[in-house]
Structure formats: C-alpha cells, structure tokens
T-cell receptor, first 115, second 116 residues
C-alpha cells in the first residue's frame, strides 16, 4: 500500500540554522504531496503542497520539491526561527476507487529551535 | 471566517462505553474528514463525508462510525470503547471532496479522548 517515511525526530537546531526534514514515499499512481505543520495543542495546518513531478511548493520560507525519480519531497528552510518549533508531517494522496483521494501521513518529525 | 470547531476538546470515558464527537466545518465547506492520531500509529484516516454520504473509509473496525448532517456538521461515534481508542481525533473540512488532492483540508484542534 501507499506509505510515507519521514526522518526520526526530534530535530534540534539553533535559530537561523538551515533545516532539512527528509520525506520519501511509495505510492501506486501519481500522488499529490503535502507538508503539514502542527503546533502544540492545535490541529494540522497545510504548509505547502505539490501536485506533479518537479513542482516546488513554498510557503513562509519553507520549500519542498516533488522528486519523482527519487520518490522524495524533502522540506527545507534556509533560516529557522524559534516560532518554527512544531511537528511536521509529510503526506500524500492518491486516487482510489470512485476518484476519491485518501491521504496517507508520515509519523511526523518534531522540530525544536533554540534561541 | 471561523475555523473548524470540534467539541468537546477533552473527554474521559471507561472501557465499554460509547462516545460521540462533533465537528463543525468552516462555513461553506461541504466535505468533512476524520482522523485518529496516536503516538504509536501516527495519523490515520477514518472516513470522509460529503453531502451527508460517506465517500471514503479507512481501515478501522465497525465500532467507528460517523454521519453528516444537511448543514455539513459531522459526528463520529465509537461504541464499546477500548483502551487503544485513546487518541486525538481530528476533523478536517474542505470545500469539495478530496478529489485530485487539490482541495486544501483545514483541520480543527481535535478532541482528546482518554479511555480508562
């Protein structure tokens, strides 16, 4: 079945450091790919998405490029802030029967940014 | 515009009881999906409703059920609770069903269910 694998956390960085959170996937068909962020005590928020190969999603300084050849969608940010501390989820959705899409999520990667 | 609201935010039940959770989507959104989040299994899809019809269902036992009302509000019910049902239950709404993976889902803060 479809699956998403994320790097284990927590990832601990100092403010202004470069961030990479790895995400790889297996899917039948051509998935859309997503990164969500979950702040403490809150639900998930869509951070960025990409719907086809070589697309780059970006938002709030975060970027991820849909790499079909390596089945990856790594999240990057050039300079993290303390406010970026949260749990980040990589996800995919692939068409199922009836044209509906059921999302599959990774286990989440906790990011801790120190001042 | 108000976001997705879920009630109650916290709930404590005992094994064997049943529970009903409620979700009010963003105004104008017609699709509601439910997820279970646990430390062990991560985030797992439960089901999706659109126009009062269940469109998709995840791999959960029949004790988990849901419904959607004509105003798009949704409820999920878990009968005969087990300890393993302790989790954060998240609801997400979108304008349309999750076709093409294009439509953005907006998540509520979740209901934290503890089964003793």
């Amino acid at each position: 079945g479809d699956s998403v694998t994320q790097m284990e956390g927590p990832v601990t960085l100092s403010e202004e450091a470069f961030l990479t959170i790895n995400c790889t996937y297996t899917a039948t068909g051509y998935p859309s790919l997503f990164w969500y962020v979950q702040y403490p005590g809150e639900g998930l928020q869509l951070l960025l998405k990409a719907t086809k190969a070589d697309d780059k999603g970006s938002n709030k300084g975060f970027e991820a490029t849909y790499r079909k050849e390596t089945t990856s969608f790594h999240l990057e940010k050039g300079s993290v802030q303390v406010s970026d501390s949260a749990v980040y989820f990589c996800a995919l959705s692939v068409g199922a029967s009836g044209g509906s899409y059921i999302p599959t999520f990774g286990r989440g990667t906790s990011l801790i940014v120190h001042p | 515009k108000a976001g997705v609201t879920q009630t109650p935010r916290y709930l404590i039940k005992t094994r064997g009881q049943q529970v009903t959770l409620s979700c009010s989507p963003i105004s104008g959104h017609r699709s509601v999906s439910w997820y279970q989040q646990t430390p062990g299994q991560g985030l797992q899809f439960l089901f999706e409703y659109f126009s009062e019809t269940q469109r998709n269902k995840g791999n959960f036992p029949g004790r988990f059920s849901g419904r959607q009302f004509s105003n798009s509000r949704s409820e999920m019910n878990v009968s005969t609770l087990e300890l393993g049902d302790s989790a954060l239950y998240l609801c997400a709404s979108s304008l349309e069903p999750s076709a093409s993976g294009e439509d953005t889902q907006y998540f509520g803060p979740g209901t934290r269910l503890t089964v003793l």
